[in-house]
């Protein structure tokens, strides 16, 4: 099998955050099938080693690395369920795509093209190659991996999206999870004249907090919460009965809906205030969609109390750029998830920093805003960056060999995004690593698709390199 191959047939296996048994098995069984070391920890992280040809034994060892949870995301109306079905996968010329879903390419190629190698005849050194779990929610899998039968201080981590991109340090970042308790809120019963009406924001272009936080693209929570303040500030809405948007915290949210008891909205006045919500954003967010309709629901209603004020007063977005490298984002947050539940309002964010000591700021600054409201707040999946290391044979190679087969020089780059090299470059001592990956567009959304053409150059530059 091909890693094309591979990858179809890991598509046919749900493996969203937090579901990937199934596919960690299916890692096992390959494993054993082929006689393979292979070691599956209590967190779901799988490694499977495959000791060097006979002509490569002097030679070091090369961790391959990436991870086997996508962001599974879905378009409305699409019946799947991705906690047990597979992906239904199409193509377009050379781009590949699964039909209304996430495609998960993101980081299902990795694990494609380490699953190839691992299944080739190639003469190659002792291949160590390590799967996590849970990536896209905090690099949990990376953070507890026990490492330890590892030989090798060469990594190549495969987990990037841009082909001739090669990344050599990255952001650090952390979770935090916000639970608002409205309980402490008056009630507000339905009364004549008042109505229930659900808000529905669709089409924003979504995307990957860390690379393409600074597009000036929309964030559905956020904009959200700007039309329900209009509404209130304006004595229209009188309590909040539902707030809920986004699949992951480091995804830019691309869709939201709230559920309001409000006094009759008009449709003018409702254009009016959601152009106003929307202005930052009427240039980049061509395809989004606002509307509201009247509903029945049988559901309690809070006012909104602070909770808006909080939820606004939360920094959104870029909140600084580097000073040593201007073109780079150097510290972020990003509104992920929103949901509300008995008169519980859950927020999750993904902060991210190139600057361990500004993400530690932002940390504080947090806090500071959730210990004065009936808010409790919850870190965790902190993560360090990963810094650029001077010295790097690895580096040095894979620069010549790319500028060899494709005639131009690859771009050498630090990213805001956070990638696992951060976390396992503190468990291996002097660890030399680069990410690179072939071209994947959109990812986590429903657009993101791979190109094949850039997938197969990508597979004969690991082939090369390794060689």
Known sequence: MNYLDFFKELCKIPHGSGNTEAIGNYLCEFAKERSLEYHKDEL????????????????????????????????????????????????????????????????????????????????????????????????EGASGIDLSCLKGHTMLNLDSEEEGDFIVSCAGGARVDFDYDLKGEPKVEKTPGFKIYEISMEGFLGGHSGTEIHKKRANAIRIMCKLLRKLSDAGIMAGLGDYRGGVADNAICNACKAVILSKPIEPELFDMIKYESMDSFLGTEKNAKISFKEIDADMDFYKEGDFLHFLNSLP????????????????????????????????????????NEKKEELKKILKELAEIRPVKMNIHGDYSGWAYREDSPLREKAVSLYEKMFGKKPNVLSIHAGLECGVLSGKIKDLDCISCGPNIYDIHTTKERLSLSSAERMWEFLKELLK
């Open 44 to 139: 779901g992280n799988v490694i499977i080693i495959k000791e060097a040809s006979a002509k490569r034994v002097s030679d070091e060892p090369v961790i391959i690395q990436g991870h086997m949870d996508m962001v599974a995301v879905k378009d409305d109306g699409i019946n799947k369920d991705m906690t047990k079905e597979g992906l239904d996968l199409e193509t377009d010329g050379d781009f590949l795509f699964a039909k209304g879903t996430s495609l998960g390419a993101d980081d299902g190629i990795a694990v494609a093209y380490a699953l190839a190698l691992l299944d080739s005849d190639l003469e190659l050194p002792r291949l160590e190659v390590v799967i996590t779990v849970d990536e896209e929610v905090g690099m």
């Open 316 to 355: 959104d977005g870029v909140v600084s750029m580097s000073i040593d490298m201007p073109e780079l984002v150097e510290t972020s947050l990003n509104h992920g998830i929103i949901k509300m539940q008995d008169g519980i309002i859950s927020l999750s964010l993904s902060i991210r920093s190139n600057v």
